[in-house]
């Protein structure tokens, strides 16, 4: 593994929001109905903006095969029976009303603030950082799975058959962020250069921290 790897994966072990609260409450069977459901009514939002910044992040470049390559990410979002419309199973899966979730109206001004600070981010930032930034991806696996263990055993008003995301989210994520660090480890080459992509991804890390923030103290 070469350092910059290293110091990719250290920012996970430190920073991904696997270790928020939030994330530890909900996976220890701690939180209320209502505050699962003000957390896919809130991270639906994050999920809208995914593949926003994708189309961002595809028009900095003008390679056609990393073009072709991570345009999967936004037909793995978009397409019919992607992951917006598996977000909508889950919202109507866990009692929400899924026209009230799709029109965005109860989102938190600061949930909104974060996920819109990361479509910003893409925009303003390099190529190679945006690549970068993509890098919790590294780090989705061992969530999500955890996450459908956690829901499957401690909150039975959810509806077992929309977690489909959830499960197809590993393979896809590891797929992913292999493809994007083979990116990076090819493009950055120079000390500030890695640098710089350390620091996107700790900002990745903070949008997402941020977020569960926003949601923990709503509750």
Not at 25 to 32: C, D, F, K, P, Q
Not at 44 to 58: F, H, S
Not at 112 to 121: G, H, K, L, Q, T
Not at 180 to 209: F, G, M, P, S
Request: net charge neutral.
């Amino acid at each position: 593994m070469s350092s910059l790897e290293e110091r990719l994966r250290a920012v996970g072990a430190t920073r991904y929001h696997d270790k928020h609260p939030f994330h530890v409450a909900m996976h220890h069977g701690e939180l209320s109905e209502d505050a699962i459901r003000a957390w896919v009514r809130n991270r639906y939002y994050y999920q809208t903006r995914i593949p926003i910044k994708d189309a961002v992040i595809l028009s900095k470049s003008e390679d056609r095969a990393f073009r072709r390559a991570w345009i999967r990410r936004i037909h793995d979002h978009d397409d019919e029976g992607g992951g917006l419309d598996q977000w909508d199973k889950l919202a109507a899966g866990v009692g929400l009303d899924v026209e009230e979730v799709r029109s965005l109206r109860a989102v938190l001004p600061a949930v909104r603030f974060a996920c819109d600070a990361y479509v910003s981010f893409v925009r303003e930032k390099p190529l190679l950082e945006c690549v970068a930034s993509s890098l919790t991806e590294f780090f989705a696996p061992d969530i999500m799975r955890t996450r459908v263990l956690a829901w499957e055993k401690h909150y039975p008003f959810v509806d077992r058959n929309v977690l489909d995301y959830f499960r197809a989210r590993p393979e896809k994520a590891t797929r992913d962020s292999g493809e994007a660090l083979a990116y990076v480890r090819v493009h950055a080459n120079t000390r500030e250069e890695q640098d710089a992509c350390v620091r996107a991804l700790e900002t990745k890390c903070e949008i997402l921290w941020a977020m569960l923030d926003a949601i923990a103290t709503s509750r």
